[in-house]
């Protein structure tokens, strides 16, 4: 990016005060615009350099910042610099005598030198100087928005001299305009850490690993070498959850994630791919870097305890392997596959692993029987819905539920729907057993209108697979033949479905919300929605995932998200509800940054129909009619 030019075509004299600052506004110009449109952040750092040496003569730029634990500085930007000279800079410990950049960053404030032969400013980088015949150097501090010192943007000479009014103006604007392309930089590497980096282990995500693996076998392809993927599962993870709370299973997630990195090559990748399971990418594989002594490798990391505030817990993984091209040539299948033989490694006995076999696994007889059970129990109505409230804070007395399926199972009780949804959802009973849900929520709303229970809305979890051509017409036919008034429905879609911005699926959400029906954005902030994209998509509300209220109040990440997301959602005319609220801390928080309602523990876990209403409702008779 060259802007140079525009300065040389400035008539008038150089000591004109008039050409002067149309030299700065011409700069000014240029940069923003490239920050604007969003150029790459070195170019415009180059060219920002560029452009001060061509206003100031005989003359090189250069921009140095903090490294990212904040004690020393190297240069990131000095086009015209020699390497050699860059190496000598790096590493500098900002201080008194440690030169222009050193010394500004020290104090805060601007350094003008005149001599860097006599300077005591100069004390510890004199030899550097006079071997490149360095006679002056101005440095200007950079500061964020927050007043926080990054770096400096540093003119140095080749003459002795101090900088004129206008050289002094054109560093400190030099230095604004670097502190907005380090701070947009910045931001934007957060948000793609956000969009690709699990937010628990910190290590890669499900949307990174697919686009890795993706590019892996790209390469493959071309080259002739093997992959191999592996499926990683804790062996009953949920009980830890179950025994020892969210906060210590969350903690042998990170422990996991660390123990798996440190078994394996700086150049595999390893991303946790959804609650407790992770998968490792490992590329290049040759007969020396064996998939089972890789495996084996994991296995006696993960199985050694993990000693939590005193306690000792165990956990143990099952391993499922596939290969390409041997097992599949594209990543669905190879995750497929490598799924289905971590579930033969589960059938086994755990804490082992397996690779894939072509024949018929114990994987997936399982979820062929879960598929036969689960369409006998539509058929002979083993299904149950239980409700969960939601509180708003403008209106107590008004009752929200969420609708939540449960199965009364004639062997195995009330099972719960993480033993079957996603099955439901890979054989495609889903858009049965949805319409199921649909019909009997509704049909519940109407007799509790009916009774005269003030019923806000009933929310229902829709899945992706249900929204394709036709989805309104299934809910528009449960409200006209239960009665429910649209405006008492609420659908639920997770963010990572509207993301995709599918026509077919803004398109069927578009006749709900038209028709009166509330479209409500569940485990918001897992998907990485962008505010423009958002004004756009047929919504009502915001579900502030689990995730983020769970470590809240007290983690400042998760508290600076929380409260973006709830300003989100004000400045779109939204309103947002917090999920998974367990104490009255995350509740007072959450109330008090504006957050319009909550559901969780707290208040109560799902219910019965009959419990709800003695909840809700205790010293209230309602009618009997129930439809569980």
């Known amino acids: 990016m060259d802007t140079s030019n ?133 440095s200007h501090p950079i500061k964020t928005r927050d007043n926080e010192i990054v770096g400096t943007f540093a ?35 957060e948000l793609w850490n956000l969009a690709h ?138 995750l497929s596959h490598a799924d289905t033989a971590m579930y033969q490694a589960k059938a086994t006995g755990r804490n082992n692993y397996k690779c894939y076999e072509p024949a018929l696994t114990e994987a997936i007889q399982h979820r062929h029987q879960v598929e036969s059970e689960l369409r006998r129990a ?54 049965e057993l949805g319409e199921w849900i649909i019909h009997k929520a509704c049909q519940q709303g109407k007799l509790w209108l009916d009774t005269g229970l003030p019923l806000g809305k009933i929310a229902i979890n829709v899945s992706a697979v249900q929204i394709t051509k036709g989805c309104y017409n299934v809910i528009n036919d449960a409200l006209r033949k239960s009665g429910l008034p649209a405006h008492h429905l609420e659908i639920e879609i997770t963010e990572s479905t509207m993301v995709q911005q599918s026509s077919e699926v803004i398109e069927e959400l578009q006749l709900m919300q038209n028709a009166g029906i509330s479209i409500a954005l569940d485990d918001f902030g897992t998907g990485y929605s962008s505010l423009s994209q958002l004004q756009l998509l047929p919504i009502n509300k915001l579900k502030i995932d689990r995730t983020f209220v769970s470590q809240v109040p007290g983690q400042l990440s998760n508290e600076i998200i929380t409260r973006t997301i709830i300003a989100m959602g004000r400045s779109l005319g939204l309103s947002v509800l917090a999920e998974g609220v367990e104490t009255q801390e995350q509740m007072d928080f959450l109330l008090q940054e504006g957050c319009d309602a909550y559901q969780g523990y707290l208040y109560s876990r799902p219910l019965a129909v009959s419990d709800l209403e003695k909840k809700v409702h205790p010293n209230r008779r309602v009618k009997p009619e129930t439809l569980n």
């Not at 998939?291 to 199985?303: D, E, F, P, T, Y």
Request: proline share 4%.
């Open 155 to 189: 003119i140095s000479s080749f003459e002795h001299r101090q900088p004129n009014e206008f050289q002094q103006r054109l560093l400190s604007i030099a230095a604004n305009i670097t502190g907005i392309v380090l701070q947009r930089e910045k931001q934007e590497k």
């Open 378 to 431: 539509l058929r002979n109505d083993e299904l149950i819905l239980h409700y969960q409230p939601q509180c708003f804070r403008m209106n107590e007395n008004l009752v929200s539920v969420e609708a939540l399926v449960r199965w009364q199972h004639p062997e195995k009780g009330l099972v719960y729907p993480d033993y079957f949804i996603e099955i439901a959802e890979q054989t495609g009973l889903i858009k």
């Open 197 to 334: 980096q699990d937010l628990v282990t910190g290590i890669p995500n499900r949307i990174f690993l697919n686009q890795r693996l993706d590019h892996a076998i790209d390469g493959a392809s071309r080259s002739g070498k093997r992959l191999g993927v592996f499926f990683i599962d804790l062996d009953k993870f949920k009980d830890i959850n179950d025994t020892h709370g969210h906060k210590a299973g969350d903690q042998v997630l990170i422990e996991t994630a660390s123990r798996i990195q440190d078994c394996i090559r700086s150049d595999d990748t390893v991303a946790r791919y959804g609650g407790d399971e992770f998968v490792l990418l490992v590329e290049n594989l040759s007969e020396s870097y064996d998939v089972g002594q890789i495996a084996n490798k994991i296995l006696s990391a993960l199985s050694k305890p993990i000693y939590l505030d005193g306690q000792k817990l165990t956990v143990t993984p099952s391993i499922g392997i596939s290969l390409y091209p041997d097992d599949g040539e594209s990543s669905e299948v190879l």
């Open 6 to 138: 525009s300065y040389q075509q400035i008539s008038g004299s150089a000591d004109s005060a008039f050409a002067e600052s149309n030299r700065l506004l011409y700069l000014e110009k240029n940069i923003l615009e490239a920050v604007a449109l969003n150029k790459d952040p070195q170019e415009i750092l180059d060219a920002l350099c560029q452009s001060a040496e061509a206003i100031v003569s005989n003359s090189v730029a250069s921009v140095m910042v903090y490294d990212s634990d904040a004690h020393a500085m190297h240069v990131r930007a000095a086009p015209d610099i020699p390497a050699d000279v860059i190496e000598q800079l790096n590493g500098l410990v900002p201080g008194e005598g440690a030169g222009s950049c050193g010394t500004a960053v020290h104090t805060r404030e601007p350094v003008y030198v005149e001599n860097t032969l006599t300077d005591p400013r100069w004390e510890s980088l004199r030899d550097l100087a006079r071997d490149i015949n360095l006679c002056a150097c101005w």
